[in-house]
């Protein structure tokens, strides 16, 4: 029997449709499981939504339909997203699955039987985009800890979870089993939030309705965490009619969730776990955030990236590998369109595409496609198949660790080995001296080394993995198997089958502009006199292209002077603060800024201007001495222009 392998992601929030960031998370399950699977594992890969709660009830109330219509749609949206991204799950799951309802209800029960749920009354603050509580010593100025945003009173009856029984017992997992959190940092960090003392957690709320009834008390829903952790056990049965599956996978060997919920992964769900008294999951490998210019991507902010658009552009290969190959796992990574197209030319049109291209146009060339069977040695071959081993044994190990940057770094190392084998054994050379059979046996190894890369490429970049063994004619599926992984096992005579190159280059200058080039500081509001233009009535726009603005109202907390034009303005909007420059020092004062209530685009891409980043544009009006700002006196900061 095979051994298995049990990986879920984190369940969204089917809130909106998810960007780049959500996508990582998920695209890295996605890569382990592919390498699992490769290494022969019985492989489960859960995903889903998480589709309850109360920031979920006032988004569908705010597009005026009810919490399901509203998350079944984005529920279709995210799971076509994975089938764009590739990203082959096991397993979808949904929170309001009817199964899941119920063994919901059953384990929140058998805790209350226990004596591990009792009946109180919870009186703190919440978060309800983050849906989680805070006590007044956590958030002393009412501002959530973790997205910033100013939390909600809550005092209702409430149903508690003992946590604080468990606190002992989790410190004590947690030190005998070195690998429950990773990476190590993360681990130091949730020890010492569990020494300062855990205390019990508030699990049902009775202010709202969408969520699981507790069953036995009418009124009070399941609170989110609590109906959502448990879907990595329901999923498999647990508290269902039939937990085969469940005795089969559990305990997960990795939940990978973002470093922002690693606290609940590794303190709610394991004590939970530990009153039901069932195993506790082997790792929860806490993720970085994708970051847009040093902050974290998110709808409200305005700076979230559509994957969709940026595989139409650039092919699901090349963004599953930007983002396995730039963002080390466990930390922050920087996002921008620019450093993903530089990876595309370097590592994937340079190096990868540029090494089947020549090895199979060589074969083309000098053999009418077909490599003879009679090889020579050169005097080259030994160093490159030293490199090939090391790389196999390397990189398996980087990828066992989940380290998948090391693994794609180990595996360009081969691959650029391979260019410069070209450039040693000069193929064009042993042709033009006659020497066919060294020749061929340059070129064999050539592909040789393509079929161990498209192995081990595998679970990245799946697509581009089979496109290397078509063009290269290898079509017995024996010869990409993670056992064939040895130097050569390819057949001495092959037949290529032509094929496009398979990354073409991008133009970045086209694309991008000079490289560093400073960005025209002024292009938003212009200070220059000049005679107001007429008024047009031609180019109407219609009220959805209007809609597309998204105008609020900020409170300038702060002004500076950053350049003869430009202020660069800290804007209170709605809880959130953003950072703005505008070109209009030359009319007003940082001074004359602080304390006005201006109209801001919000919506609008981040840039930088002068070094600065600048998060949405302030409306101005007129030019030179007569630009006045757009303000809206005495209404509430955050508050919509429509
Ligand atoms: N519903 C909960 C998870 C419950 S799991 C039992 C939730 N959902 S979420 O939709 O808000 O976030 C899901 C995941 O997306 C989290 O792991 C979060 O860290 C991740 N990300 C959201 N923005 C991200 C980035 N910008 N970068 C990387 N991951 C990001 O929390």
């Not at 949206?77 to 919901?104: G, Q, S």
């Not at 009856?157 to 990476?183: A, G, M, T, V, W």
């Amino acid at each position: 029997m095979k051994d298995t392998f049990y990986i879920t992601t984190p369940i969204y929030y089917p809130s909106d449709k998810l960007h780049i960031g959500n996508t990582y998370c998920t695209v890295a399950v996605d890569v382990m499981a592919r390498y699992k699977r490769l290494r022969g594992y019985d492989v489960k890969f859960l995903t889903g939504t998480d589709d309850h709660g109360q920031k979920i009830e006032r988004v569908a109330e705010a597009a005026g339909v009810t919490p399901i219509e509203y998350v079944d749609r984005i529920v279709d949206m995210t799971k076509k997203l994975w089938k764009t991204m590739n990203c082959a799950y096991d397993v979808f799951m949904r929170t309001t699955e009817p199964f899941h309802i119920k063994a919901c209800q059953r384990l929140f029960k058998t805790l209350f039987d226990k004596g591990d749920i009792y009946k109180g009354h919870y009186e703190g603050l919440y978060c309800v985009q983050c849906e989680t509580f805070f006590t007044k010593t956590q958030a002393p100025d009412n501002l959530c800890a973790d997205c910033g945003r100013p939390l909600e009173t809550v005092r209702e009856e409430s149903y508690f979870f003992r946590q604080s029984k468990y606190q002992d017992q989790l410190l004590k997992h947690i030190e005998d089993n070195p690998d429950f959190i990773r990476p190590e940092s993360r681990k130091n960090e949730m020890v010492s939030f569990i020494k300062s003392g855990l205390e019990d957690v508030a699990v049902s709320r009775t202010t709202f309705k969408w969520g699981i009834p507790v069953g036995f008390d009418e009124g009070h829903v399941i609170y989110v965490w609590f109906d959502a952790l448990p879907n990595y056990v329901t999923a498999l049965g647990l508290f269902g009619e039939d937990d085969s599956e469940y005795k089969k996978y559990w305990p997960a060997d990795v939940h990978m969730v973002g470093k922002d919920i690693l606290r609940f992964h590794t303190i709610l769900w394991p004590t939970m776990l530990m009153a039901l008294g069932e195993p506790l999951p082997k790792t929860v490998f806490g993720t970085g955030w994708l970051l847009i210019d040093g902050a974290k991507m998110s709808k409200s902010k305005g700076n979230v990236v559509d994957p969709e658009i940026l595989v139409e552009k650039y092919g699901v290969d090349a963004v599953r590998y930007f983002l396995m190959r730039e963002v080390v796992m466990g930390q922050d990574g920087n996002y921008t369109e620019e450093a993903l197209a530089s990876r595309i030319n370097a590592d994937l049109a340079n190096d990868l595409g540029n090494l089947l291209s020549r090895a199979a146009g060589m074969i083309d060339k000098y053999f009418g496609g077909t490599l003879p069977a009679e090889h020579k040695a050169t005097s080259f071959d030994e160093s490159l198949i030293n490199t090939a081993g090391q790389t196999i044994v390397k990189s398996a190990a980087a990828m066992d660790r989940i380290a998948f940057s090391e693994a794609l770094t180990e595996i360009w190392t081969m691959v650029r080995r391979a260019n410069k084998y070209v450039d040693e054994t000069e193929p064009w050379t042993l042709f033009r001296n006659g020497d066919k059979t060294a020749l061929a046996g340059a070129l064999y190894n050539l592909a040789e080394i393509l079929r161990l890369s498209a192995i081990l490429i595998s679970p990245v970049m799946p697509d581009t993995s089979a496109e290397i063994f078509r063009q290269l004619g290898i079509t017995d599926d024996s010869l990409k198997t993670w056992n064939s992984l040895s130097f050569g096992g390819l057949p001495k005579s092959i037949t290529i089958v032509k094929g496009a190159a398979m990354f073409p280059r991008i133009d970045l200058k086209a694309a991008f502009g000079e490289p560093d080039k400073p960005a025209e500081p002024n292009a938003d509001v212009k200070t220059e006199a000049k005679a107001a233009p007429a008024v047009k009535t031609e180019n109407y726009i219609g009220i959805e292209d209007f809609a597309k603005l998204e105008l609020r109202v900020g409170i300038v907390k702060s002004c500076e002077k950053v350049s003869e034009k430009l202020l660069k303005s800290q804007i209170e909007i709605g809880g959130e603060t953003r950072q703005i420059l505008s070109g209009i020092a030359e009319r007003f004062t940082p001074e004359d800024m602080i304390g006005k209530a201006v109209v801001v685009v919000t919506n609008l891409k981040p840039i930088k201007l002068r070094g600065h980043m600048s998060e949405g544009m302030i409306l101005a009006a007129g030019e030179g001495e007569g630009l006045r700002l757009v303000t809206a006196d005495g209404a509430d900061s955050g508050a919509k222009v429509k």
